[in-house]
């Protein structure tokens, strides 16, 4: 089973008047990626937010957002000190007067202005509203994890009809071989005609050459590894957890074994596969990068 780095909960509660929304929103990336937006009631308990986030999420770029909506619109969030309102007037007043400043001004305007004027309540922490935010973050995070793994599964299908298709290439390689080396054969067997050294050349020492020549050419090792890569591959897909960077690691040797194919093989019929291969593992590689 794998899951995507792609996710989203919501969740919300209300607490004394006040509604409580957590939102979580993750995206892909290769460490852990936290940003916080939250309420400043709760902001002195964001580390152990963020640690209960990591816990459950483990990596990719995620985006927290704690925010309250008043469901009492007519609660009072700021308030205005009205001797220090009336102290600034007065004394704006007199300055005005004092320099027999002519022109027109609104003197509120500018007291409202005036530091410590106006002040917003500060938010005390609601020990109840806390308790209970803790269990929606725990929700929240649930909702995250299911949504990977929904689009995980979808991810998975993909990955195993990619890897079956490059198994696929791999087994269509095998009726051109007797051909490729037949072909190396003649080509060898042409060039000493035309250098009309075929007279001289103890025809089994030709072979002996002939054969270890052919070895180095040969790409059973190359198949037999890849096979078995897209197998463990395809083993790994199937765990119990989500494996994102093993199957990285996994891909990159396929990838390493099928460019040796292609570098040993100038038939052009396997070389169409080799592409054919090369591109289905660059598509892997995309989805790879999605998941956790």
């Known amino acids: ?89 007065q004394q704006l007043k007199n300055l005005s007067q004092f320099l027999n400043n002519e022109v027109q001004s609104d003197l509120l305007i500018q007291v409202l202005r005036m530091p410590d004027v106006i002040t917003a309540q500060k938010e005390e922490l609601d020990e109840e509203c806390w308790i209970l935010l803790k269990d929606k973050i725990s929700e929240t995070c649930n909702l995250v994890n299911q949504f990977r793994v929904e689009e995980g599964a979808v991810l998975q299908k993909d990955l195993t009809q990619r890897v079956h298709l ?14 490729r080396m037949q072909q190396i054969r003649n ?20 072979e002996q050459e002939m054969i270890y020549y052919l070895e180095k050419w040969d790409i059973t090792e190359e198949k037999v590894r890849l096979k078995k890569h897209c197998n463990y591959f395809l083993d790994t897909l199937n765990a119990a957890e989500s494996q994102g960077k093993k199957l990285g690691f996994i891909t990159q040797e396929m990838g390493r074994e099928i460019n040796t194919i292609g570098s040993k093989c100038n038939l052009f019929e396997i070389q169409q596969l080799v592409v054919q291969m090369k591109e289905e593992v660059e598509k892997i590689k995309e989805q790879l990068a999605n998941i956790l």
């Open 1 to 89: 089973m794998i899951k995507s780095m792609t996710g989203f909960g919501k969740t919300s509660t209300v607490v004394s008047g006040k509604m409580i929304v957590i939102e979580i929103k993750t995206l892909n990336s290769k460490q852990l990626d936290i940003s916080t937006r939250i309420m400043p009631a709760y902001r002195e308990k964001e580390l152990e937010i963020r640690n209960w986030v990591a816990q459950s999420l483990e990596r990719g770029k995620i985006e927290v957002s704690i925010y309250q909506d008043k469901i009492n619109s007519a609660e009072q969030t700021v308030e205005i000190n009205f001797d220090l309102a009336k102290e600034y007037y």
């Open 166 to 179: 490059i198994m696929e290439f791999l087994n269509a390689i095998d009726p051109f071989e007797n051909e």
């Open 187 to 206: 080509k060898l067997n042409e060039a000493l005609q035309v250098a009309d050294l075929s007279r001289v050349v103890d025809p089994n020492r030709f």
